[in-house]
């Protein structure tokens, strides 16, 4: 077991020991100290289930944020973790294109995000049209206090940190983009439902006319003859409920050279 597992696994044992499943950044530095992981920030950054200990899956536990450098164990992993949908043969699109200088410099999220905006493949996916303009919103760092439900379980959070990769604005829609390198077999809901929940109250509170919010995941991968990207769009049909994702659609571009 990886280092940031036994972090995570030694605080489920405290939180299970005294009862109580909220825990905070003072008890996660100390229990990295005793373990000997170095990198106490990135020990609740669990973005897809495989990263969970195997003694937490067995217990159907997972975490939440809470904001304020708190966190929370809850129960079923199925409410806050979605598997990605598998791409059928009639989804497959070889995308042609000519790769410009730095398109496929590197693997970074923010490269990813630049590909599949530079070669329009977004705006083919989103929009099924490719000179759509849509006003793009670069990665940012926000705030704010949500409240919502796992399951059965009543969520309240403080002054909530989220991070959100990439949004599109277009006729009043609203798309939160989030990107990763290779195909992992889920992911953590919160990273689409957040921002998702951001996006609500800021209609509410600002009175702005949104007529339409919704997430798109990219994946890439290499493959032989390029990138290999799979887009999949979700929504919420309840705003107050993480397990409520729907997929709209789904497709995979491949990447080939004109």
């Known amino acids: ?23 905070d950044n003072r008890l996660v530095k100390k229990t990295c100290a005793e373990i000997g992981f170095k990198n106490p920030y990135d ?15 067995e217990q159907d536990y997972f975490v939440i944020h809470l904001g304020m450098g708190n966190h929370q164990f809850v129960k079923g992993i199925h409410f806050g973790y979605h598997e990605f949908e598998p791409i059928n043969d009639a989804e497959r699109i070889r995308w042609k294109y000519r790769k410009s200088l730095l398109n496929e410099f590197d693997t970074s999220e923010s490269n990813i995000l630049s590909v599949a905006n530079n070669q329009r493949i977004l705006h083919d996916f989103l929009y099924k049209d490719m000179v759509a303009s849509p006003k793009a919103y670069n990665s940012r760092r926000t ?15 403080t002054n909530l940190q989220m991070e959100i ?24 809901v919160y990273q689409l439902f957040h921002p998702y929940k951001y996006y609500r109250q800021l209609k509410k509170e600002e009175n702005i006319d949104i007529k339409q919010i919704n ?7 290499q493959g032989e ?5 799979r887009l ?5 049909d309840d705003e107050n409920q ?13 990447l080939v050279k004109r």
């Open 242 to 254: 993480i397990s409520s994702i729907r997929l709209v659609e789904k497709a995979e571009y491949a």
């Open 143 to 157: 705030k704010k206090s949500i409240t919502y439900f796992v399951g059965d379980e009543f969520i309240e959070t």
């Open 165 to 188: 990769d990439f949004t599109f604005e277009y006729h009043g829609n609203v798309t939160v983009i989030e990107a990763k390198n290779k195909y992992p077999e889920d992911f953590a």
């Open 1 to 23: 077991m990886r280092k940031k597992q036994q972090v995570i696994s030694k605080l489920f044992e405290i939180c299970k020991k005294r009862n109580d499943f909220v825990f």
């Open 43 to 57: 020990v609740t950054k669990i973005d897809n289930s495989s990263i969970l200990p195997a003694d937490v899956r």
């Open 225 to 229: 003859e390029g990138s290999v990207l």
């Open 232 to 236: 999949y769009k979700y929504t919420f």
């Open 215 to 221: 997430s798109c995941y990219i994946l890439r991968r």
